[in-house]
């Protein structure tokens, strides 16, 4: 099988695209056939965890998974902040916490955390990826350029929030705990430390991030890359991951219509549908309401 996901155990001190590259040539060296690869969801180079890693055809579906919801354990230090919101910036503001703060975080931590959960409003990082007049966040934050975000403001939702662990306090006079959450998409767990820190009216920023899952998979199902680079690992066939699609099973007939990108007249309802044929995803289509069709947005040949 050339076309697939495959779930990647990511390090730390690497991109992710960097990671993609560097196993791209050992499943090269194995047989199969790399036309495309890409992900469905960046991770920061200081992050670890879950990369859903898209391989020839299933790079198409790359729009489909970035939908998908994301879980994190993250851990927020309070007492510091820096310029990119992690722990890896320029730091700005410092100041020494103690014993009686941290009674005080006892206290209060567990009702911050539920404050946030629900549809809550963040402005992304300057050190994010997310274009302006085609240039990236981090490359304005980098030549030292302000601009204001106020106009970036995003709707996402915190599905929950839980802490792992008691508050501690650290040899630096800072507190540190972890925590768990579930999340929509584009949502930035950095803004999350910030803004957690901001209720608490202490600087604060992320020390530490792991995606535990992303959509349906899971870290525990995911390879490293020294996995993948004795060939133990495993491709997901495109299929697994549609599963809020109606599927249809195609007939010789509908298989020639969608590989030629041919609309279909279908008596069905739902307004996104994948087909297969022989076990295999060869087109997603959308209905057109107003023409009472399904016409092809994905196809595979």
């Known amino acids: ?27 090269k060296n ?3 056939r790399i036309d495309k690869i890409g992900h469905a969801g960046t991770l920061d180079p200081n992050a670890e965890g879950l990369l859903v890693v898209l391989i020839n055809g299933a790079t198409k579906l790359s ?10 354990i993250a851990e927020i230090e309070l ?9 890896w910036g320029k730091l700005e503001e410092e100041i020494s916490l103690n014993e009686d703060n941290l009674k005080e975080i006892n206290e209060r931590i567990d009702d911050v955390l539920e404050s946030f959960v629900g549809e809550i409003d963040q402005i992304p990082p300057m050190y994010s990826s997310i274009k302006i007049e085609g ?47 579930k ?3 584009g949502t930035y767990i950095r803004s999350l430390a910030k803004s957690i820190g901001e209720k608490l009216d202490l600087p604060s920023c ?19 890359v020294d996995d993948v680079l004795i060939g133990k690992y495993q491709l997901i066939n495109m299929l697994d991951c549609l599963d809020d699609f109606y599927i249809l099973d195609a007939d010789d007939k509908i298989y020639n219509d969608c590989i030629n990108g041919r609309y279909l007249h279908l008596n069905l309802k739902e307004q996104q549908i994948a087909i297969k044929y022989q076990e295999e995803l060869i087109a997603i289509y959308e209905l057109d309401k107003d023409n009472n ?4 947005k994905r196809v595979w040949k």
């Open 293 to 296: 069709y399904y016409k092809a």
């Open 79 to 87: 007492g510091r902040s820096y310029d990119t919101l992690d722990i």
């Open 135 to 181: 240039r990236r966040l981090y490359q304005i934050a980098r030549d030292n350029e302000i601009i204001d975000l106020s106009d970036k403001i995003r709707k996402v939702k915190i599905f929950n929030l839980i802490r792992l662990n008691e508050p501690t306090l650290t040899t630096n006079h800072t507190i540190r705990f972890k925590i768990k959450c």
């Open 1 to 27: 099988m050339n076309d697939g996901i495959l779930l990647l155990k990511k390090d730390k001190n690497i991109t992710s695209n960097a990671i993609i590259n560097k196993i791209k040539y050992q499943l």
């Open 206 to 224: 992320m020390s530490s991030l792991i995606r535990t899952k992303s959509g349906k998979y899971k870290i525990e199902d995911a390879y490293s």
């Open 63 to 72: 729009d489909y998974l970035l939908l998908n919801d994301k879980e994190y």
């Open 183 to 185: 999340v929509s998409k």
């Open 30 to 32: 194995k047989g199969i």
